[in-house]
């Protein structure tokens, strides 16, 4: 595995990789590496040649007072976990090769941005977008990976790409999670023992949602209900939303038919955490499916 700084050397490495005629696939990460990052490599390589993963904690997306400066930072480890994963390229770039003094251009997908995380942190998706749109700019990939655990992030990107026409497909990767429901997170090891008991009420309350479809509600604002309970039944959660929305482009919904997104966040402790289910509501049935 090649590790690289520059985008300079980034650009050459993979121009050699374009001129042999192979496909790119590519997994933006903030590192501290976990096996939800590391489910993206297989997934990547079984549809492309070369795989690249970038490395960078994004001062953009951390709003003030967010934990840009504890964020998990572990770069010699998370190397030799992408390495034995499979990947050929490391890119960690330092700020000043994505942000060059000077720079103020910014990237914005305004509307899906401004609700739901956006409320909560609404700068974080202009900084997401950005730093996606650069990097994106730079690897070129044929093939891009997003955890559908950051849901609202892949439909955001998806969006953007889409509208800034860069080629390559966006696909999901499904959520990784520990065998209780929890959904794998760099943040939870921020997590004490009884927070990290109560942390599993997210998933409870996706599921709770999903169950109720099942059973034959219809009714968006009858399944909140049943997800916003089950995070209720727990003292140490403080919800920010349990909310059921159309998944394209996130808005409500009058009645639950397509594809339908449970959306939760929380903060359990001090830390704040997010979880969600998506489902294909059709008239023979209701199925999970992914992103």
């Given amino acids: 595995m090649e590790r690289v700084e520059e985008a300079s050397d980034l650009r050459r490495i993979l121009a050699s990789v374009r001129a042999d005629g192979r496909?790119?696939?590519?997994?933006?990460?903030?590192?501290?590496l976990h096996e939800g990052h590391l489910a993206h490599v297989p997934i990547l390589a079984a549809h492309t040649d070369y795989v690249v993963m970038s490395i960078f904690v994004n001062p953009l997306q951390f709003g003030p007072g967010e934990d840009f400066e504890r964020y998990p930072r572990s770069l010699?480890?998370?190397?030799?976990?992408?390495?034995?994963?499979?990947?050929?390229?490391?890119f960690?770039?330092?700020?000043?090769?994505?942000?060059?003094?000077?720079?103020?251009?910014?990237?914005?997908?305004?509307?899906?941005?401004?609700?739901?995380e956006g409320v909560v942190r609404p700068t974080h998706f202009r900084g997401v977008a950005t730093v996606v749109a650069k990097?994106?700019?730079?690897?070129?990939p044929d093939l891009t990976s997003f955890g559908q655990k950051d849901l609202q992030q892949l439909v955001v990107v998806r969006r953007m790409a889409l509208d800034l026409h860069f080629e390559g497909e966006i696909v999901a990767v499904p959520t990784v999670r520990e065998p209780d429901g929890l959904a794998l997170s760099s943040?939870?090891?921020?997590?004490d023992a009884h927070d990290?008991?109560?942390?599993?009420?997210?998933?409870?309350?996706?599921?709770?949602?999903?169950e109720a479809v099942v059973a034959g509600e219809r009714v968006p604002s009858r399944v909140e209900e049943i997800m916003a309970a089950v995070l209720g039944a727990f003292p140490r959660i403080r919800p920010d939303y349990a909310v059921v929305r159309r998944l394209h482009d996130l808005k409500p919904m009058e009645r639950l038919v397509g594809r339908v997104a449970l959306m939760v966040a929380a903060r359990v402790g001090s830390t704040r955490l997010l979880d969600n289910l998506v489902m294909e509501v059709g008239p023979d049935g209701v199925r999970e499916t992914l992103a």
């Fill in 23 to 32: 496909r790119i696939g590519f997994v933006p990460t903030l590192g501290a």
């Fill in 76 to 90: 010699d480890r998370d190397a030799e976990l992408a390495q034995k994963a499979g990947v050929g390229l490391l």
């Fill in 92 to 116: 960690h770039p330092q700020v000043a090769t994505l942000y060059p003094a000077g720079a103020e251009t910014l990237v914005e997908v305004p509307e899906l941005s401004a609700q739901l």
């Fill in 135 to 140: 990097l994106l700019n730079l690897v070129r």
């Fill in 187 to 191: 943040r939870n090891t921020y997590l």
């Fill in 196 to 210: 990290r008991k109560a942390a599993v009420a997210l998933y409870r309350a996706c599921r709770a949602g999903f």
